[in-house]
């Protein structure tokens, strides 16, 4: 996986020592009606084809089979992949999570998606990690700079979390969205692998 830019934090995964401040052009801003919005975003290639990564990605339902942290991820309500679907899931993160814990649980409710434009948004409806009005967005695309790999965009948008500092509350979200994406190349890698190992195996021996 090759992080390409981050707008929000990260720090601690990168090589850049220093922490950033408000005038960082990673750190962005947003004001609405209702106030100031925190917001980053990850941009990072993966060693996967577009149609595998997205396959994975968009299962909105299987979180836990690409992210490790994320222990149980269970439909509530509506259909997998359809707008209006909503999913429960729990975390169990060594290193923190947003909020400060190291378990939590949210609920998501998938918005839109786009197989087309390999894009889907979806809202937190609920969670114990101290995170209010978060909107979250993948985008995957070609990455037209390395052949067969796939660049994979994780957005989130979210109020001013209580208690906490946004320098805090972004570089804690983008290490959730660096998991979530190196996690999808780690499923897409593997399945890709099974996938030969199975049709090698099945191949005629041409010395019989």
Not at 6 to 33: F, I
Not at 171 to 187: C, P, Q, V, W
């Amino acid at each position: 996986m090759r992080v390409i830019q981050v707008n929000g934090g990260l720090t601690q995964l990168m090589d850049a020592a220093s922490n950033y401040s408000d005038e960082d052009p990673g750190v962005t801003g947003t004001t609405t009606a209702a106030g100031l919005k925190w917001q980053g975003s990850i941009t990072a290639s993966i060693e996967a084809s577009l149609e595998k990564a997205w396959e994975i990605a968009s299962d909105f339902c299987g979180l836990h089979k690409f992210v490790p942290i994320v222990e149980v991820c269970e439909r509530l309500k509506g259909r997998n992949r359809k707008p209006g679907c909503l999913r429960f899931y729990t975390l169990n993160s060594p290193t923190g999570l947003p909020g400060g814990k190291r378990k939590g649980w949210a609920k998501d409710k998938l918005l839109t998606i786009s197989p087309q434009h390999h894009c889907f948004t979806y809202t937190l409806q609920g969670s114990n990690l101290n995170l209010e009005d978060c909107i979250f967005t993948w985008h995957l695309e070609e990455d037209r700079d390395q052949a067969g790999s796939t660049l994979v965009n994780w957005f989130f948008d979210l109020n001013p979390v209580k208690k906490s500092t946004k320098e805090k509350t972004l570089s804690d979200m983008s290490e959730l969205g660096y998991n979530f994406i190196k996690g999808l190349e780690t499923a897409a890698t593997a399945t890709a692998a099974t996938a030969t190992a199975a049709s090698i195996s099945i191949a005629p021996n041409s010395n019989s």
